[in-house]
């Protein structure tokens, strides 16, 4: 079974700090997304990845970056917190067309 | 862009009833997923349609994909408490390969 994993479930930071949040997938896969979910608002992707050190922007990158070094490691960087991102961060994966795989979730307050 | 809508947002139906999720998009593409979200946890993956005229079912839930009128269709058949959960659908762009989830369909059994 494929394995994401986020490495917080719940995190709470301060306006102005640098966050960044991990996802590890264990399945080789080449593709790996971040999205945010808000109530009411769906899941809006933010960046996403097809292959190590590449990068492509989603619906709303803006506030964000992304890092990708070693295939199985995706990162979301949050330069400088600000509370509109207030959110619950889902990673997901796959391989081709096969569906995504998520994580559980990384719920951020920032205060 | 790609636009992804469903309806209902909100659906509250009686068990034993069948009932549909549209699920529709702005752009072309072939390939369309379902999920399934229970409250406090991650995404689920349901079906993957893959062509125009595909068909997948599961239980009490069917779903098939026009990729010509741009819908697809979520059906469930004599609906059980069970299935309570928020449904979405997600669709990737052929154009540079993003996907782009709809909003949600939160849907509510009654016994």
């Known amino acids: 079974d494929v394995k994401v994993t986020q490495s917080s479930r719940y995190l709470v930071k301060r306006t102005g700090e640098k966050v960044f949040l991990e996802c590890v997938q264990d399945m080789d896969h080449e593709n790996m997304f971040w999205y945010r979910q808000d109530p009411g608002l769906g899941l809006r992707l933010i960046y996403f990845?097809?292959?190590?050190?590449?990068?492509e922007k989603g619906d709303i990158p803006e506030g964000y970056s992304v890092s990708r070094e070693k295939k199985e490691r995706f990162s979301l960087i949050l330069e400088s917190a600000s509370t509109n991102q207030t959110s619950m961060y889902l990673c997901?994966?796959?391989?081709?067309?096969?569906?995504?795989?998520f994580g559980n979730g990384t719920r951020l307050t920032v205060t | 862009e790609l636009k992804v809508e469903q309806n209902p947002l909100f659906l509250s139906m009686q068990e034993g009833k069948n009932y549909t999720i549209y699920c529709n998009y702005s752009t072309t593409s072939d390939r369309l997923y379902w999920y399934r979200q229970d409250p406090g946890k991650s995404l689920e993956s349901l079906f993957v349609l893959l062509s125009n005229g595909a068909v997948k079912q599961e239980g009490r839930l069917m779903a098939s994909l026009d990729t010509k009128a741009r819908l697809s269709t979520l059906h469930i058949t004599a609906a059980v408490h069970d299935l309570s959960a928020t449904y979405f659908c997600?669709?990737?762009?052929?154009?540079?390969?993003?996907?782009?989830f709809g909003k949600g369909t939160r849907l509510h059994i009654l016994p």
């Open positions: 990845s097809y292959d190590v050190k590449m990068k």
């Open positions: 997600a669709v990737a762009w052929n154009r540079d390969d993003k996907i782009i």
């Open positions: 997901a994966s796959s391989l081709d067309q096969s569906p995504l795989h």
